[in-house]
């Protein structure tokens, strides 16, 4: 079974940067189908998609975030990584790692959803 | 981006009681959607997707419906470990973009 867990500071300063890498395992994060997403949720505030990337380093970033993002991948260690720069108060949630699956359908059409997610880590951000 | 809202925000509902939540986008998303269960301190958790699809695992008192525009979750006989918020998520395009959430306690 497939199983994911985040991992990284649980506090973060002001103006630095928010590292975060989330462990695959009981699968190949290489897998052709897959990405591998980032999603948080802040306090009293909805889920945020920030963005997914593919094992080959392909990347997918939501535009709200994309200047401060970046999602890369270490298929050796079976990871993938979140860096956001210039955090500020407004960054604090929880963040989730999710397996970004590809379903394939009726020839050649697909769906993607996140099947398998990691338990979240709280990141607050204060001075 | 595209926005979804979903209706109602909660609802207050008994152990066998049928239950309905809908959720909408502010465009035509096809049959991109996908539903999730979130209990409190653990992980969503997929329980339909493409709109109709049952995930593998997931009781099938939960069902989904719906295309273009309005979809449909409805758990047919609420059950005491259905206790939760639930969360429509579309994936038509990037950025993909969740509902607000609908949380079901006990009446």
């Known amino acids: 079974q497939l199983q994911l867990q985040e991992s990284g500071p649980g506090l973060v300063k002001p103006s630095e940067t928010l590292s975060l890498t989330c462990t695959v395992s009981?699968?190949?994060?290489?897998?052709?189908?897959?990405?591998w997403g980032w999603i948080r949720q802040a306090p009293g505030e909805g889920l945020e998609w920030i963005g997914s990337?593919?094992?080959?380093?392909?990347?997918n970033y939501n535009p709200s975030l994309k200047s401060r993002v970046t999602i890369s991948v270490d298929t050796s260690k079976n990871q993938f990584s979140l860096d956001l720069n210039s955090v500020t108060a407004a960054d604090t949630a929880v963040y989730y790692c999710?397996?970004?699956?590809?379903?394939?359908?009726?020839?050649?059409?697909?769906?993607?959803?996140?099947?398998?997610w990691g338990q979240g880590i709280l990141v607050s951000v204060s001075p | 981006d595209i926005q979804m809202t979903q209706s109602p925000s909660s609802l207050s509902a008994s152990v066998g009681d049928r239950v309905t939540i809908t959720c909408r986008a502010s465009?035509?998303?096809?049959?991109?959607l996908n539903w999730y269960q979130r209990k409190p301190g653990k992980a969503p958790k997929v329980l339909i997707f493409?709109?109709?699809n049952l995930q593998s695992g997931v009781p099938s008192r939960f069902s989904g419906s719906g295309s273009g525009t309005d979809f449909t979750l409805t758990i047919s006989s609420l059950q005491p470990e259905d206790f939760a918020t639930y969360y429509c998520?579309?994936?038509?395009?990037?950025?993909?973009?969740f509902g607000p959430g609908t949380k079901v306690d006990i009446k």
């Open positions: 999710a397996r970004d699956l590809e379903y394939y359908y009726d020839s050649g059409s697909y769906s993607r959803y996140f099947d398998s």
């Open positions: 998520q579309q994936s038509d395009s990037t950025p993909f973009t």
């Open positions: 493409l709109a109709s």
């Open positions: 990337v593919y094992y080959s380093g392909s990347t």
């Open positions: 009981g699968g190949s994060i290489s897998r052709s189908s897959d990405f």
């Open positions: 465009q035509t998303i096809s049959r991109y």
